[in-house]
């Protein structure tokens, strides 16, 4: 039986952004015209394959960029040298315990989705430094953070459109307030697992592992384990 080839919504955006990588990086280090025009016909390849990753997910979108527009927003992040090599987006999650085994989520202000605590690594911050930012910016509530439980890479899972790597941390609450951030969250609180809210993001996911922390289970930590074929499997 011939094995299902086809390609996914996912697969489609990773390959557009990856290739938009390389040739923004290349972009960034090299000297040679032609080369730089070769890295633009890269950048045009990696906007029609993203184009068709949004006509997959919505068919009838009035709003689908155009592959001229998302040439033009590549091209104004290309730098130069070091500062011009593309790597993915970082963001800190936290996955905050309270004594009564309760996990803290918030609710997103933009989405109406619920999640842990989250947020883009700061710089001149730790990223465990960050975690506890994030939890008291949108939670009011202070932390101590006790271990990191997994390393995920959005764009591979599925829950991100854009290439980011997921640093997630266990902490422990200890002390401050449940503060609704006025700007980023509708909602925050400590659930159990038998009373979570809905919608929440990608319980299936990480779920399970969050509260595996939070009861004090001994894990290794959570990676994306290395493909033999990253591009095709």
Avoid: N
């Amino acid at each position: 039986m011939t094995a299902d080839r086809s390609a996914s919504e996912s697969d489609l955006l990773r390959w557009s952004e990856a290739l938009a990588g390389i040739a923004r990086t290349g972009l960034g280090f090299t000297e040679s015209l032609y080369e730089q025009e070769r890295f633009e016909e890269v950048l045009a390849v990696a906007a029609d394959i993203r184009v068709a990753a949004t006509q997959l997910q919505a068919p009838d979108a009035e709003d689908a960029p155009e592959p001229e527009t998302l040439i033009a927003e590549w091209m104004q992040s290309v730098g130069k040298g070091v500062p011009g090599y593309v790597t993915p987006k970082v963001a800190v999650g936290a996955v905050v315990g309270d004594d009564e085994g309760r996990m803290l989520l918030v609710q997103r202000a933009d989405s109406g989705i619920w999640l842990y605590p989250t947020g883009w690594a700061d710089v001149g911050y730790s990223a465990s430094e960050v975690a506890v930012k994030e939890v008291r910016e949108e939670t009011g509530i202070d932390c101590e953070v006790v271990r990191l439980i997994a390393v995920l890479d959005g764009l591979r899972l599925g829950f991100t459109r854009v290439p980011l790597y997921s640093l997630v941390f266990h902490c422990r609450a200890v002390g401050g307030d449940l503060t609704a951030h006025p700007l980023e969250t509708r909602g925050v609180g400590f659930f159990g697992r038998d009373e979570l809210p809905e919608p929440l993001a990608g319980f299936g996911q990480w779920g399970e592992l969050a509260f595996a922390a939070i009861r004090g289970d001994r894990f290794d930590v959570i990676y994306d384990e290395p493909r033999e074929r990253p591009w095709r499997g």
